[in-house]
């Protein structure tokens, strides 16, 4: 089982998560009462949506980890899992995103807020060539 695959299995047993379709068609997503949360996109990332303002308050610390990826101007995080410490890492910052989307006001149901990393990542990279 790889770690991302093990981090989920833990993820569903708490009470404020539901497993769901993410809304970019690709892997298994969690989401909380009012927002998509994560995308399980390999066996070995995840997208967290940690919102503007929990990434802004955490920046220096994610920058410097290097676990974590940032995309420019998405409130998601990638998160590289490769051993234990970073599923314990994903664990922290999931408590984070649930703490940061429960003080949010409520979207519309069903909507995400912002898109995953997972097709801004390529999109990015594609520009980077040219």
Known sequence: MTAAWHALDRLVSWPDLAEAQPSCGIGRALRSTRAEIAHFHSGHSVDLHLTAGTIRRFEHDLRHSTAIRLVPGSHWVTVRLEC???????????????????????????????????????????????
């Open 84 to 130: 234990e410490a970073d599923v314990n890492l994903l664990m922290t910052l999931m408590s984070a995103a649930l703490q940061a989307h429960l003080a949010r006001p409520e979207t519309v149901a069903g909507v995400p807020s912002s898109r995953c990393n997972d097709r801004r990542e390529a999109a990015l990279s594609h520009r980077a060539r040219l």
